[in-house]
């Protein structure tokens, strides 16, 4: 359904409209790129590159590894095997086996050089615009290590916020952190509020274009001025969306037309078709296969005219100071507290990859963010909005879950020995994966926790019966459990 009302111009003063003028279609056009000074390339090309793990936690697991080898070494001297079954001395053995089995492949990872991912939200102006993994492709050739784009499906705008923020304290993770918004970029005070994020570029995508049916007359954006009477235009959003572009045509281009509103494209398109509409502005993700296909045509694309330095960046809207280019704006985003070294290595990378884009008005490309006096202010005003950042200082924190159930697992392994004899295979094997399992949830839920006991009981048991039934070795078990499994 479209919803119309009309405007009322109120021409105040009037500035060049913000549009790049495409006769006909959306065909590449020239557009400065960005070349913000992101400070000298440190001589090490590779200086991003982090081992997994810091020297404590290496020096730690290496000392762990060498005691663990010297005593399962003096443990292979002991009797394993006696009249038939296991022998007394198999049990430290095959703990020590497991500790330093464990141990290894913690030093592998902790070694490995990690990938660097890229969380993306789903949004349709990213996922179908390819540009996001060129850039990262580019990323990964200039610091050295595989740069991926992560998106999940119906992983909103906060989701991948939160995914990046979690892993990012690793140095492992970025986050693109986008806005529905045209005049507020609100991924600024979202990722900004609370001081976690910061970010290291920008980004512009899915521009409003403004398309008219494939046989109009109208050629270009100037054929705006030319149409007597009121003009027909369609937007494709609902009127109680704060657009701001309908309301910048007005006000300070002094255009006094009726407005319909729809989030449906195909309503619009239709309208157009029937000559009920002279025009209608459309994000490019809403109408690229009607593009593609010819139904309608592209005559002007709104996008923010001036990246140079010492340029008026952007157009004023009455009293504003935000841009009024219409799209979407994202953000690549940066643990705050990442090293400087890092940092600069990513500024300088991203800004590589945004030079080597082709010039496409109508595709993802670099733009330069408002200046940090102006973001505070934006936070200021939408602070109230963001009720679910303020749970982030009690978020549980991935590296410190993995770091008590590593000591969980060594502590556990150690002793599961000696607690195996006093009350038997099954509930010592139960008590330690149903330990290890609880530690290693994000975020435990009752649910989870049901989930985790259950796994537990069956893994200690399949384990008991593999090893007695079928393995013929007679396993520590309590009288319950042996009077239950005969």
């Not at 020096?59 to 007394?88: N, Y």
């Not at 937007?235 to 007005?250: I, K, N, P, T, Y």
């Amino acid at each position: 359904m479209v919803e119309s009302r009309p405007s009322e111009g109120r021409p105040e003063w009037h500035d060049p409209p913000v549009m790049d003028t495409v006769a006909g279609q959306c065909t590449p056009g020239r557009y400065p790129r960005i070349t913000g000074d992101t400070g000298p390339l440190p001589a090490e090309r590779s200086s991003y590159t982090s081992r997994g793990g810091s020297g404590l936690e290496l020096a730690f697991l290496g000392l762990v590894w060498v005691l663990d080898a010297g005593l399962l070494w003096h443990g292979l001297s002991l009797e394993l095997w006696r009249d038939g079954t296991i022998g007394p001395g198999a049990y430290p053995v095959f703990a020590l086996a497991g500790l330093l089995g464990l141990t290894t492949i913690l030093i592998v990872k902790a070694l490995r050089v990690r990938e660097l991912l890229i969380y993306s939200p789903f949004v349709p102006g990213l996922l179908d615009d390819t540009r996001l993994q060129r850039i990262a492709a580019t990323m990964g050739r200039q610091i050295g290590i595989r740069v991926r784009v992560v998106t999940k499906d119906g992983e909103g705008r906060f989701s991948a916020l939160w995914a990046g923020a979690r892993r990012g304290g690793a140095d492992s993770a970025l986050t693109v952190v986008g806005s529905d918004l045209t005049t507020l970029p609100n991924f600024h005070a979202s990722a900004l509020c609370d001081g976690r994020l910061e970010p290291i570029g920008g980004l512009f995508f899915d521009p409003d274009l403004l398309v008219v049916a494939a046989d109009s007359p109208w050629q270009d954006a100037s054929d705006l001025d030319r149409t007597e009477g009121r003009l027909r235009l369609g937007f494709g959003h609902h009127e109680d969306v704060d657009h701001a572009l309908d309301r910048w045509l007005a006000a300070t281009q002094g255009f006094a037309f009726d407005a319909s509103y729809s989030e449906d494209a195909g309503v619009l398109a239709e309208a157009l078709a029937e000559g009920r509409l002279d025009a209608a502005v459309l994000r490019l993700s809403q109408i690229r296969q009607a593009l593609g296909t010819g139904a309608l045509r592209c005559i002007a694309i709104f996008s923010q005219p001036h990246l140079h330095p010492g340029a008026d960046e952007v157009s004023r809207f009455g009293g504003w100071e935000y841009p009024v280019a219409s799209g979407h704006w994202a953000a690549l985003m940066v643990p705050a507290d990442m090293a400087a070294a890092k940092r600069t290595v990513l500024e300088k990378a991203l800004a590589d990859a945004m030079a080597e884009l082709p010039a496409d008005e109508a595709s993802l490309r670099g733009w330069s963010y408002l200046p940090a006096e102006t973001m505070h202010r934006v936070m200021d005003s939408q602070r109230a909005n963001l009720g679910r950042l303020q749970d982030a200082a009690t978020a549980p924190h991935a590296p410190r879950g993995k770091i008590a159930a590593l000591v969980a697992a060594i502590v556990g392994l150690a002793v599961f020995p000696f607690v195996m004899v006093e009350i038997g295979f099954v509930v010592t094997a139960f008590v330690y994966v149903a330990a290890l399992m609880l530690i290693l949830w994000p975020k435990l839920t009752t649910r989870r926790a049901v989930l985790s006991l259950v796994c537990a009981a069956g893994l200690a048991l399949g384990t008991y019966l593999l090893f007695t039934k079928v393995f013929s070795i007679l396993l520590p078990a309590s009288d319950l459990i042996e009077g239950i499994l005969r």
